[in-house]
């Protein structure tokens, strides 16, 4: 168990519909970052917040945004979602704002667009 | 942008032989590390290198840090089931440029250990 809290595991959704996924970092973490992984595409970095400003920016389609809250939860918002939106969105914290230690990953939210 | 490219993209060895998997970088990085995914489950951290020509040993597995600190690789010595899993390394580039301080990963080396 790395500490990290995501929720739901699984979400099954139609196209044009948005969802949020919800990410608890481990205890004591102030950066979450986002990552999404399918399979063509690997893991890719989408956004990163430390203690609840945005940090840093990677490959986020502009229908997709995120936030985190002052108790440090973050959640991740997908707007219009086409089928190519299907994926494994993974929730990681560290206790650093940069990302050059250790992140630990959670379970991650499978998404399903359909 | 900065790209991170891992060969190969798959290998399928016996348990008991060895494995590597290698990453190479378009730019130069800062630093670079390795994750380690079991089937159906998430990305755990297994190391990072920071300094040129670095070599980091954790029982059975060596991390190797390049020279020029543009490559990178994982060897296995003598695979048991257990190594099964897809093996990431994740770039983190020098200062400057637009992908300061976002980490980008391999595309994976999927690893399966026949016993």
């Known amino acids: 168990d790395s500490g990290v809290t995501q929720t739901p595991k699984h979400l099954i959704t139609a196209t044009g519909q948005r969802v949020t996924l919800r990410c608890s970092p481990r205890?004591?973490?102030?950066?979450v970052y986002w990552y999404q992984q399918s399979l063509d595409q690997g893991l890719q970095f989408l956004i990163q917040?430390?203690?609840?400003?945005?940090?840093a920016k990677g490959n986020i389609l502009e229908r997709f945004s995120a936030q985190q809250f002052p108790d440090l939860h973050s959640e991740l918002n997908l707007s219009s979602l086409e089928l190519g939106d299907s994926a494994l969105y993974f929730c990681?914290?560290?206790?650093?704002?940069?990302?050059?230690?250790?992140?630990?990953f959670g379970q991650g939210t499978r998404l399903t667009v359909v | 942008g900065q790209q991170v490219m891992q060969i190969p993209q798959y290998q399928h060895v016996q348990e008991g032989e060895d494995f590597t998997t290698y990453c190479n970088s378009s730019?130069?990085?800062?630093?670079i590390q390795w994750y380690k995914q079991r089937p159906g489950g998430h990305p755990v951290f297994l190391i990072q290198l920071v300094k040129s020509g670095e070599v980091k040993k954790q029982k059975r597995l060596t991390f190797q840090f390049g020279e020029a600190k543009k490559n990178s690789s994982l060897h296995i010595t003598a695979t048991q089931t257990t190594d099964v899993g897809t093996y990431f390394c994740?770039?983190?580039?020098?200062?400057?440029?637009?992908?300061?301080?976002?980490?980008?990963f391999g595309q994976g080396t999927i690893l399966t250990v026949h016993p």
């Open positions: 205890s004591g973490d102030l950066s």
């Open positions: 994740a770039g983190l580039p020098s200062a400057g440029g637009t992908s300061y301080g976002k980490l980008t």
């Open positions: 917040y430390y203690n609840g400003e945005e940090r």
């Open positions: 730019t130069t990085l800062s630093n």
């Open positions: 990681a914290s560290s206790d650093s704002g940069h990302p050059n230690t250790e992140a630990f």
